[in-house]
C-alpha cells in the first residue's frame, strides 16, 4: 500500500518558474525524502529532511515538512527542461537501528515547457 | 561499481515461465532493498537485507515471489510462474548504512512483461 499522495498528479509550466509540489502521508515518520525518476528510468535520491527538521535546502530544491499537518512540500526553483520528470515522495516509519523500507506516493509528473 | 546495476534491462517471459532478475549493488553498502513499480505508479517495498540476512519480506505478493542475497553482495529476485499482474519495473536500491539516513541509491531496473 502506498503512503503518500503527491499533488498535484501533473504540472506543466515554463522553463524559469518555480515548481511546487506537495505530500501528505497518513503515519508517523522517522524521515521524509524526495526522488527524482526520469522516464525509463531509477530514482534518484534529491533531498532527505528528518522528522525534527522544518526545512531544507540544497542548490534549487526547498524542502519543507510540517509532521502536524502531515504533509511535505518540494519547491524547485528557477525550472529547466531538464527538470522534467516524475518525483515522488517516500517516508520511511522505524527509527533507530534497522533499515526501513521507503513507502512511496503515486508522484508528481512535472513538465517543463522550454 | 559506481552505481546500483540490475540485469537484464528488460525481460519478456511467457506466462508460467520462471525468472530471475539480478542486483548488484554498490561495493560495501550493508542494506539491499528491493520494489515492485506498476506503470504509472510509485514504487512498493517488497523485501530488505541488511548484509545476508533477509529481514523484511513483508512486500513479497505471493510465495512465488523469492529474494536471496547468499554472500551479502549480489541479490537475486526470483519469480516462478509468472503470471501477467507481475509484469512491472522492479527496482533494487541499496544504502551504505543500516539505517538509510544518507538515502538509497536506486539502480535502473528491470522491466518485466508476462505475455
Known amino acids: 500500500s502506498q503512503q503518500g499522495e503527491e499533488d498535484p498528479q501533473a504540472l506543466s509550466i515554463q522553463e524559469g518558474e518555480n515548481a511546487t509540489m506537495n505530500c501528505s502521508y497518513k503515519?508517523?515518520?522517522?524521515?521524509l525524502q524526495w526522488y527524482r525518476q526520469n522516464s525509463g528510468r531509477g530514482l534518484v535520491h534529491l533531498i532527505l529532511i528528518r522528522s525534527n527538521e522544518r526545512e531544507k535546502h540544497s542548490g534549487r530544491l526547498r524542502v519543507t515538512l510540517d509532521t502536524s499537518k502531515k504533509s511535505s512540500s518540494l519547491l524547485i526553483t528557477a525550472s529547466r527542461a531538464a527538470d522534467t520528470a516524475s518525483y515522488f515522495c517516500?517516508?520511511?516509519?522505524?527509527?533507530?537501528?534497522?533499515?526501513?523500507?521507503?513507502?512511496f506516493g503515486k508522484g508528481t509528473h512535472l513538465i517543463i515547457q522550454p | 561499481g559506481a552505481g546500483v546495476s540490475q540485469s537484464p534491462r528488460y525481460k519478456v517471459a511467457k506466462r508460467g515461465q520462471d525468472v530471475a532478475l539480478r542486483c548488484d549493488p554498490i561495493?560495501?553498502?550493508?542494506?539491499l532493498f528491493w520494489y515492485q513499480q506498476a506503470l504509472g505508479q510509485g514504487p512498493e517495498f517488497l523485501t530488505y537485507?541488511?548484509?545476508?540476512?533477509?529481514?523484511?519480506k513483508s512486500g513479497l505478493p505471493s510465495d512465488r515471489f523469492f529474494a536471496e542475497r547468499p554472500e551479502g553482495s549480489v541479490s537475486t529476485l526470483k519469480i516462478q510462474r509468472t503470471q501477467q499482474e507481475d509484469s512491472a519495473v522492479y527496482l533494487c536500491?541499496?544504502?551504505?548504512?543500516?539505517?538509510?539516513?544518507?538515502?538509497?541509491?536506486f539502480g535502473s531496473g528491470t522491466r518485466l512483461t508476462v505475455v
Open positions: 561495493s560495501g553498502h550493508v542494506s
Open positions: 517516500a517516508t520511511t516509519q522505524r527509527s533507530g537501528g534497522g533499515a526501513d523500507g521507503l513507502t
Open positions: 537485507f541488511q548484509n545476508e540476512a533477509q529481514l523484511d
Open positions: 503515519t508517523s515518520i522517522n524521515n
Open positions: 536500491a541499496s544504502s551504505l548504512t543500516p539505517d538509510g539516513l544518507i538515502g538509497y541509491t
